[in-house]
T-cell receptor, first 114, second 117 residues
Framework: DSGVTQTPKHLITATGQRVTLRCSPR?????VYWYQQSLDQGLQFLIQ???????AKGNILERFSAQQFPDLHSELNLSSLELGDSALYFC?????????????FGEGSRLTVL | AQTVTQSQPEMSVQEAETVTLSCTYD???????LFWYKQPPSRQMILVIR??????QNATENRFSVNFQKAAKSFSLKISDSQLGDTAMYFC??????????????FGKGTKLSVKP
């Protein structure tokens, strides 16, 4: 158990809908990262938050947004969903803003868009 | 832009034997870090081993070791005495603390390793 908790584990929804994925980092970790894993794109970095503020942005679509709350949990909002958004969404956490060690990953949220 | 390439989509090995997974990367940075992460059927990504580019000595963790060739930009993973529990997807990843990858992991496409009894 990495200590990173993601909910829901599985989610099935329709095109055009909006979903929210939630992540609770390990106790004491201030950085939260979101990654998307899909068959065609592989594992891609989406966005990172550090202590409530956006720190780095990767290949995140404009239809997607995220935030990190004062209690350090994070939410990834996906809107106007398309079939191609079906993927496994991982959250990871680390203690530092720029961390060169191990990232601790959650078990992921499997999103299926029908 | 930094890229990570894993040229072996799938590999298999007999239990107790040794297997080597390949990874090459491309970067113009001098300060970077390389990782191998494992993703078993449970889906969770788990760090296997980590290498700092400025260290010439290859990293080892029990049965796992790397062959880091900086000039060739190669970072292969050797698994000795393979066990059934090693069956998983293995991802090579690269990171620069600043600039480049912005301090975030860039992953290869992965190699699916099957350990056969």
């Amino acid at each position: 158990d990495s200590g990173v908790t993601q909910t829901p584990k599985h989610l099935i929804t329709a095109t055009g809908q909006r979903v929210t994925l939630r992540c609770s980092p390990r106790s004491g970790d201030l950085s939260v990262y979101w990654y998307q894993q899909s068959l065609d794109q592989g594992l891609q970095f989406l966005i990172q938050y550090y202590n409530g503020e956006e720190r780095a942005k990767g290949n995140i679509l404009e239809r997607f947004s995220a935030q990190q709350f004062p209690d350090l949990h994070s939410e990834l909002n996906l809107s106007s969903l398309e079939l191609g958004d079906s993927a496994l969404y991982f959250c990871a956490s680390s203690v530092a803003k720029v961390y060169t060690g191990e990232l601790f990953f959650g078990e992921g949220s499997r999103l299926t868009v029908l | 832009a930094q890229t990570v390439t894993q040229s072996q989509p799938e590999m298999s090995v007999q239990e107790a034997e040794t297997v080597t997974l390949s990874c090459t990367y491309d970067t113009s940075e001098n300060n970077y870090y390389l990782f191998w992460y494992k993703q078993p059927p449970s889906r969770q990504m788990i760090l296997v081993i980590r290498q700092e580019a400025y260290k010439q000595q290859n990293a080892t963790e029990n049965r796992f070791s790397v062959n880091f060739q900086k000039a060739a930009k190669s970072f292969s993973l050797k698994i000795s005495d393979s066990q059934l529990g090693d069956t998983a997807m293995y991802f090579c990843a690269f990171m620069t603390p600043y600039g480049g990858s912005q301090g975030n992991l860039i992953f290869g496409k992965g190699t699916k390793l099957s350990v056969k009894p």
